[in-house]
């Protein structure tokens, strides 16, 4: 069974300073893996994915992630945050053998500080 | 570059009432997916149409209904709506039926049932 872990419920860190969202995951597969930022009254956006080619995977706003499958950890860095990243952020797993099999993380509130 | 658009933004019914929440994307894609968010939870996946045709049940199925229209639209009912269906919906697209494949989001739906 395939389940995902978002380790921080609520991250608050200072404007310019680095950002990390935990995630754990667990499958009986080679999953694929992905991240996806709500920002309020919005829709998700997909940052970036992991589908078994290179470990470290570079998304978009500067955000990459890296799977580690030793640790089945797939957190997401930033080097500099931005007030712009104040938003929801969701660790995503999939099973590539059924499509249907896709499970959400509970979701971590990530707060910038001026 | 609509993407995907959901309507209504924001619906209030009382228990017992139908309505049916509209979902059309614009990039050709095959296969769409209707969600849950409630908080803390994350998305459930509650129906999905892998292709024009075709529909399954997701983890949370009862209580609803869709109809894959046409290969653009992907409609969601709720025959006779109850509390615990107050919930933020989320319609979905993806280019072909696979987990390597990202989702684009619509904006929402938020549901209340009084």
């Known amino acids: 069974a395939q389940s995902v872990t978002q380790l921080d419920s609520h991250v608050s860190v200072s404007e310019g300073t680095p950002v990390l969202l935990r995630c754990n995951y667990s499958?009986?597969?080679?999953?694929?893996l992905f991240w996806y930022v709500q920002h309020p009254n919005k829709g998700l956006q997909l940052l970036l994915k992991?589908?078994?080619?290179?470990?470290l995977v570079k998304g978009i706003n500067g955000f990459e992630a890296e799977f580690k499958k030793s640790e089945t950890s797939f957190h997401l860095t930033k080097p500099s945050a931005h007030m712009s990243d104040a938003a929801e952020y969701f660790c995503v797993v999939s099973d590539p053998s059924s499509a249907s099999k896709i499970i959400f993380g509970s979701g971590t509130r990530l707060s910038i500080r001026p | 570059n609509a993407g995907v658009t959901q309507t209504p933004k924001f619906q209030v019914l009382k228990t017992g009432q139908s309505m049916t929440l509209q979902c059309a994307q614009d990039?050709?894609?095959?296969?769409m997916y209707w969600y849950r968010q409630d908080p803390g939870m994350g998305l459930r996946l509650i129906y999905y149409?892998?292709?024009?045709?075709?529909?399954d049940k997701g983890e949370v199925p009862n209580g609803y209904n869709v109809s894959r229209l046409n290969k653009r639209e992907f409609s969601l009912r709720l025959e006779s709506a109850a509390p615990s269906q107050t919930s933020v919906y989320f319609c979905?697209?993806?280019?072909?039926?696979?987990?390597?494949?990202?989702?684009?989001f619509g904006s929402g739906t938020r549901l209340t049932v009084v």
């Open positions: 149409s892998a292709s024009e045709g075709t529909t």
């Open positions: 990039m050709n894609h095959n296969s």
């Open positions: 499958s009986s597969y080679s999953p694929s």
């Open positions: 992991y589908t078994s080619a290179a470990t």
């Open positions: 979905a697209s993806s280019p072909s039926f696979g987990t390597n494949y990202g989702y684009t």
